[in-house]
């Protein structure tokens, strides 16, 4: 594909009510990619789309499929989290490739594998758990070779995955070299462990001591820390599930100033509030667990408001699934429940309804964060995120008269449990088109194993524009080195 075919001035998010002088052509024979054609031919399956939002498929920058964490794997993997994905209206996902032994080229040959069954386009982000020469030589060759272009850093899950400050200046400077945009979990991983104490001793076992052990501040400190660090090493950072107002507010502080920060909430976090945590069935309580943990009530309001303006930026989900078997694991000790809900089924729909039936955003600001700014960032736009001659053709249309309601019996994830379980509300994804063949139809879906596609990605997205400049300009700021005259002082 030819990006020169799109200056940035093409730039459009606006989505597209058709009539019914104008009914949707779905090439399904023929092409992936939308055809510059209006002719109708044999073997073209026409949708009539009067009344309804065409739009682009949904991209969630934030899923784990297939993940082993916390002894265990999660219960979706690359095609049941994808089903659940068209069903819902996400055409495309990018999850995090977690390392063997620290090693990248190992995790990502494993996440090859398991991609494979993939019925849907999909793109990758590189975990780095530790830092030694090798993970900085393997983290030019993901750039370069296998089509990464972010990389995210734990500042939470000590003992595990956890890195502490040395190592995120090394990993922001490498990403920086790079053209790679750096992302962070932000909590601040000592001060868990040391919460976790606290509530072991307080008798605090269950699922409350999990939003008990790892209040807000935590996530505000490790978010503001991971800010100042990037400013200091001047390169562009994500922060990745901002679920409290404490880590809102850092990413606020940071855009104003004009400092290059994205902060992505999950729809967990804005729809969710924690004392379902404190719900007396176990089950009930630990499906809720997830960290950070779903906050308090108010949290979630507030980022809601974050996004309607632009403080935040796009809606991913954090899709972990662990059934209620797996999530028993911690039955007697809130340590050991498995991190993670559900997302990618529902995410379209509770944006929509949470955001757009009430009126905190337009049509145009949903297909922004649901779909357009992820492409951009991660730089795969306009071949996705946009309804465009030559983008790939993944496309919904969504009816803003008809309803859903979301029930785990019907989901499409492996999971028995559903954290919106019950949850019912205007708009619903009606078809789903992933690379130009309707998969999701009258609530039928067609998902095909192997369909899907690995994604590239390229580095240096616009994030990275005026980074040069800016160290130009902080380099000629310094006033330094001083030239002294050397001081000869007589005996
Ligand atoms: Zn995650």
């Excluded at 390392?99 to 995790?107: F, K, S």
């Excluded at 039936?357 to 992820?374: A, L, P």
């Excluded at 730089?379 to 008269?401: C, Q």
Aim: with cysteine; glycine share 10%; hydrophobic share 40%.
């Amino acid at each position: 594909m030819d990006f020169r075919r799109y200056p940035e001035s093409n730039f459009c998010s606006t989505p597209i009510k058709i009539g019914s002088l104008f009914p949707i052509v779905v090439l399904l024979s023929l092409l992936s990619t939308l055809s510059e054609s209006n002719q109708v031919g044999d073997g073209v399956t026409i949708i009539d789309a009067t009344g309804k939002y065409v739009m682009p498929g949904g991209i969630d920058p934030h899923t784990h499929l297939a993940m082993e964490f916390m002894g265990t794997e999660t219960i979706d993997d690359f095609f049941s989290g994808q089903a659940a994905a068209l069903a819902g209206g996400t055409t495309m996902h990018i999850d995090f490739v977690i390392p063997v032994n620290g090693n990248l080229t190992a995790g990502f040959e494993a996440y090859v594998e398991k991609a494979k069954i993939s019925a849907m386009d999909y793109g990758f982000h590189m975990a780095i758990t530790k830092w030694d020469e090798a993970v900085s030589k393997d983290m030019e060759v993901m750039v370069k070779d296998k089509g990464i272009n972010s990389f995210k850093f734990f500042m939470a899950y000590k003992g595990s995955l956890m890195i502490n400050d040395d190592l995120l200046l090394e990993g922001f400077k490498k990403c920086k070299s790079l053209g790679a945009l750096a992302m962070v979990h932000a909590e601040n991983g000592d001060a868990v462990f040391e919460g976790q104490k606290r509530m072991i001793e307080l008798g605090i076992m269950g699922p409350e001591g999990h939003a008990l052990s790892r209040p807000p501040q935590l996530e505000g400190e490790a978010t503001g820390r991971a800010i100042r660090l990037a400013g200091f090493v001047n390169t562009p950072l994500y922060v990745v599930h901002v679920m409290s107002i404490d880590a809102m507010e850092e990413v606020a502080k940071a855009r104003k100033s004009g400092q290059k920060v994205i902060g992505e909430p999950v729809v967990s976090g804005l729809v969710l509030d924690d004392t379902v945590l404190w719900d007396s069935d176990f089950q009930t309580a630990a499906k809720f667990v997830m960290s950070p943990p779903i906050r308090a009530p108010g949290h979630g309001k507030a980022l809601q408001a974050a996004l309607s303006n632009g403080v935040l930026q796009l809606v991913g989900t954090d899709h972990c699934t662990f059934n209620s078997t797996q999530k028993s694991l911690g039955i007697d000790d809130f340590r050991k429940i498995p991190n993670g809900v559900n997302g990618l089924e529902e995410r379209m729909h509770l944006v929509w309804d949470t955001m757009v039936v009430s009126g905190q955003i337009s049509v145009t600001d949903f297909v922004r964060m649901t779909s357009t700014e992820c492409a951009r960032i991660f730089n795969i736009y306009p071949r996705k995120g946009a309804i465009l001659v030559g983008s790939d053709a993944d496309i919904i249309i969504l009816n803003p008269n008809s309803s859903f309601e979301i029930c785990s019996k019907s989901h499409h994830s492996r999971s028995d449990t559903n954290v919106y379980e019950g949850r019912k509300g205007k708009g619903k994804v009606e078809v789903t088109i992933a690379g130009g063949r309707v998969v999701w139809e009258n609530d039928e879906l067609k998902a095909v194993p192997g369909r899907g596609k690995y994604v590239k990605m390229r580095p240096f997205n616009y994030l990275f524009d005026g980074i040069e400049k800016a160290d130009a300009e902080y380099l000629s700021s310094l006033r330094a080195p001083v030239i002294r005259r050397t001081m000869h002082v007589a005996a």
